[in-house]
Protein backbone atom coordinates (compact mmCIF):
# COMPACT_ATOMS: atom_id res chain seq x y z
CA UNK A 1 0.00 0.00 0.00
CA UNK A 2 1.03 3.33 -0.76
CA UNK A 3 1.10 5.63 2.63
CA UNK A 4 2.69 8.69 0.58
CA UNK A 5 1.04 11.93 0.97
CA UNK A 6 -0.64 13.31 -1.56
CA UNK A 7 -0.70 16.82 -2.87
CA UNK A 8 -3.24 18.36 -0.24
CA UNK A 9 -1.40 16.52 2.56
CA UNK A 10 1.57 17.96 2.10
CA UNK A 11 3.19 21.43 3.84
CA UNK A 12 2.42 24.34 2.08
CA UNK A 13 4.09 27.35 2.26
CA UNK A 14 1.22 29.85 0.83
CA UNK A 15 4.25 32.33 0.23
CA UNK A 16 6.21 29.55 -1.62
CA UNK A 17 3.06 29.68 -4.05
CA UNK A 18 3.07 33.04 -5.03
CA UNK A 19 6.68 33.91 -5.64
CA UNK A 20 8.01 30.32 -7.21
CA UNK A 21 7.48 31.73 -10.57
CA UNK A 22 9.22 34.78 -10.05
CA UNK A 23 11.84 33.00 -8.63
CA UNK A 24 12.32 30.79 -11.82
CA UNK A 25 12.53 33.62 -13.61
CA UNK A 26 15.32 35.36 -11.93
CA UNK A 27 17.33 31.96 -11.58
CA UNK A 28 16.81 31.27 -14.77
CA UNK A 29 17.95 34.09 -16.03
CA UNK A 30 21.73 34.08 -13.87
CA UNK A 31 22.05 30.63 -12.41
CA UNK A 32 24.46 27.76 -15.22
CA UNK A 33 21.53 25.68 -17.05
CA UNK A 34 23.44 22.30 -14.69
CA UNK A 35 23.77 24.44 -11.78
CA UNK A 36 24.46 22.90 -8.21
CA UNK A 37 21.95 25.08 -6.13
CA UNK A 38 22.84 24.98 -2.47
CA UNK A 39 19.41 26.28 -0.46
CA UNK A 40 19.60 27.62 2.72
CA UNK A 41 16.77 27.39 5.10
CA UNK A 42 13.98 25.14 2.46
CA UNK A 43 11.04 25.71 4.49
CA UNK A 44 8.57 23.12 3.00
CA UNK A 45 10.78 22.21 0.45
CA UNK A 46 8.15 23.74 -2.07
CA UNK A 47 10.99 25.71 -4.52
CA UNK A 48 13.23 22.99 -4.47
CA UNK A 49 10.56 20.79 -6.40
CA UNK A 50 9.13 23.75 -8.37
CA UNK A 51 12.65 24.35 -9.60
CA UNK A 52 13.64 21.05 -10.41
CA UNK A 53 10.74 20.33 -12.27
CA UNK A 54 11.27 23.33 -14.34
CA UNK A 55 14.79 23.38 -14.84
CA UNK A 56 15.54 20.13 -15.48
CA UNK A 57 19.70 20.17 -15.58
CA UNK A 58 19.57 21.74 -12.19
CA UNK A 59 21.04 19.72 -9.03
CA UNK A 60 19.12 21.50 -6.26
CA UNK A 61 20.41 20.93 -2.30
CA UNK A 62 17.76 21.73 0.27
CA UNK A 63 18.73 22.55 3.54
CA UNK A 64 16.68 22.80 7.19
CA UNK A 65 16.89 22.62 10.84
CA UNK A 66 16.75 19.16 11.72
CA UNK A 67 13.07 19.55 12.75
CA UNK A 68 12.02 20.97 9.72
CA UNK A 69 13.57 17.79 7.79
CA UNK A 70 10.92 15.69 7.29
CA UNK A 71 8.42 18.54 5.59
CA UNK A 72 11.24 18.67 2.74
CA UNK A 73 11.74 14.97 2.33
CA UNK A 74 7.96 14.53 2.00
CA UNK A 75 7.87 17.50 -0.99
CA UNK A 76 10.99 15.44 -2.52
CA UNK A 77 9.01 12.12 -2.43
CA UNK A 78 6.12 13.23 -4.01
CA UNK A 79 8.28 15.63 -6.87
CA UNK A 80 10.76 12.78 -8.15
CA UNK A 81 12.39 14.76 -9.60
CA UNK A 82 16.21 13.63 -9.98
CA UNK A 83 17.49 17.35 -9.26
CA UNK A 84 15.96 17.33 -5.95
CA UNK A 85 18.64 15.56 -3.49
CA UNK A 86 18.18 14.50 -0.07
CA UNK A 87 17.56 17.26 2.24
CA UNK A 88 20.35 18.22 4.56
CA UNK A 89 20.76 19.34 8.32
CA UNK A 90 21.79 23.44 8.35
CA UNK A 91 21.74 25.47 10.77
CA UNK A 92 23.35 28.87 9.09
CA UNK A 93 25.24 29.36 12.76
CA UNK A 94 27.27 25.91 12.11
CA UNK A 95 30.94 26.62 11.46
CA UNK A 96 30.95 23.66 8.98
CA UNK A 97 28.74 23.36 6.62
CA UNK A 98 27.33 19.85 5.07
CA UNK A 99 27.97 20.99 1.33
CA UNK A 100 30.57 22.73 -0.62
CA UNK A 101 31.32 23.66 -4.39
CA UNK A 102 28.32 25.03 -5.09
CA UNK A 103 27.39 27.42 -8.39
CA UNK A 104 24.65 29.07 -6.34
CA UNK A 105 23.74 29.49 -3.04
CA UNK A 106 20.03 30.98 -3.09
CA UNK A 107 18.13 31.46 -0.13
CA UNK A 108 14.31 32.95 0.63
CA UNK A 109 12.92 35.16 2.97
CA UNK A 110 15.82 34.10 5.74
CA UNK A 111 17.74 37.46 6.05
CA UNK A 112 14.36 39.38 7.60
CA UNK A 113 13.75 36.30 9.92
CA UNK A 114 16.65 36.30 11.89
CA UNK A 115 19.09 38.76 13.68
CA UNK A 116 22.18 40.32 12.30
CA UNK A 117 24.47 38.11 13.69
CA UNK A 118 23.09 35.35 12.48
CA UNK A 119 22.91 37.40 8.83
CA UNK A 120 26.90 37.87 9.46
CA UNK A 121 27.64 33.90 9.94
CA UNK A 122 25.19 33.14 7.39
CA UNK A 123 27.48 35.25 4.74
CA UNK A 124 30.80 33.65 6.29
CA UNK A 125 29.52 30.41 5.47
CA UNK A 126 28.26 30.99 2.48
CA UNK A 127 31.32 32.43 1.15
CA UNK A 128 33.51 29.36 2.06
CA UNK A 129 31.01 26.91 0.19
CA UNK A 130 29.89 29.00 -2.87
CA UNK A 131 32.80 28.95 -5.83
CA UNK A 132 34.83 31.85 -6.81
CA UNK A 133 32.23 33.48 -9.47
CA UNK A 134 29.28 31.30 -8.08
CA UNK A 135 26.15 33.16 -7.45
CA UNK A 136 24.25 34.24 -4.01
CA UNK A 137 20.70 35.09 -4.67
CA UNK A 138 18.96 36.25 -1.87
CA UNK A 139 14.80 37.01 -2.51
CA UNK A 140 12.90 38.87 0.44
CA UNK A 141 12.01 42.52 1.59
CA UNK A 142 14.99 45.18 2.29
CA UNK A 143 14.72 48.92 2.74
CA UNK A 144 16.39 50.98 1.06
CA UNK A 145 18.36 54.46 2.55
CA UNK A 146 16.79 53.20 6.29
CA UNK A 147 13.03 53.67 4.32
CA UNK A 148 10.85 50.96 3.96
CA UNK A 149 9.69 50.89 0.52
CA UNK A 150 6.22 50.08 1.46
CA UNK A 151 3.44 50.14 4.38
CA UNK A 152 3.25 46.16 4.00
CA UNK A 153 6.89 45.90 4.71
CA UNK A 154 5.96 48.28 7.70
CA UNK A 155 3.60 46.09 8.74
CA UNK A 156 5.97 42.66 7.91
CA UNK A 157 8.50 44.71 10.20
CA UNK A 158 6.36 45.05 13.21
CA UNK A 159 4.80 41.59 13.64
CA UNK A 160 8.80 40.10 13.17
CA UNK A 161 9.92 42.39 15.78
CA UNK A 162 6.90 41.41 18.19
CA UNK A 163 8.04 37.77 17.65
CA UNK A 164 11.65 38.02 17.85
CA UNK A 165 12.75 41.08 18.39
CA UNK A 166 16.64 40.89 16.92
CA UNK A 167 15.24 40.07 13.85
CA UNK A 168 13.51 42.17 11.03
CA UNK A 169 14.00 43.96 7.13
CA UNK A 170 17.45 44.32 6.67
CA UNK A 171 18.80 47.39 4.99
CA UNK A 172 19.98 46.76 1.33
CA UNK A 173 23.49 49.04 2.02
CA UNK A 174 24.10 47.12 5.32
CA UNK A 175 23.95 43.96 3.30
CA UNK A 176 25.93 45.28 0.65
CA UNK A 177 28.89 45.81 2.62
CA UNK A 178 28.58 42.51 4.28
CA UNK A 179 28.08 40.72 1.26
CA UNK A 180 31.68 43.46 0.40
CA UNK A 181 33.66 42.02 3.16
CA UNK A 182 33.27 38.08 1.67
CA UNK A 183 33.95 39.37 -1.83
CA UNK A 184 30.88 39.27 -3.30
CA UNK A 185 29.89 41.85 -5.33
CA UNK A 186 26.21 42.72 -6.40
CA UNK A 187 25.86 41.63 -9.98
CA UNK A 188 21.90 42.20 -9.94
CA UNK A 189 19.00 43.77 -7.72
CA UNK A 190 15.77 42.42 -9.10
CA UNK A 191 12.14 43.84 -8.49
CA UNK A 192 9.76 40.91 -7.72
CA UNK A 193 6.10 41.00 -6.56
CA UNK A 194 4.84 42.18 -3.50
CA UNK A 195 7.84 44.35 -2.87
CA UNK A 196 10.16 41.64 -2.87
CA UNK A 197 13.62 41.86 -4.11
CA UNK A 198 16.05 39.31 -5.32
CA UNK A 199 19.62 40.46 -4.65
CA UNK A 200 22.59 38.83 -6.80
CA UNK A 201 25.94 38.56 -5.60
CA UNK A 202 28.84 36.89 -7.55
CA UNK A 203 31.74 36.01 -5.74
CA UNK A 204 35.39 37.16 -6.43
CA UNK A 205 36.59 35.15 -9.11
CA UNK A 206 39.96 35.02 -7.04
CA UNK A 207 40.56 34.73 -3.27
CA UNK A 208 40.77 36.38 -0.54
Known amino acids: MNNEP ?5 PVAEACLRNQRPILDVL ?5 QNAFVLEVGSGTGQHAAYMTANLPGIR ?6 RERLDDVRQWQRHANQPGFLEPLELNVEQDIWPARD ?6 ANIV ?5 PEVEKMFRGISRVLKAGGLLMLYGPYNYDGQYTSQGNVELDQWLRERNPDSGIKDFEQVLL ?5 HMYLRADEEMPANNRTLVFQKAETGE
Do not use: C, M, N
Not at 6 to 10: D, N, P, R, T, W
Not at 102 to 107: K, N
Not at 178 to 182: E, G, I, K, P, V
Open 6 to 10: GIAEL
Open 28 to 32: GKYAP
Open 60 to 65: WQPTEL
Open 102 to 107: ADVVFS
Open 112 to 116: HFVSW
Open 178 to 182: LARQH
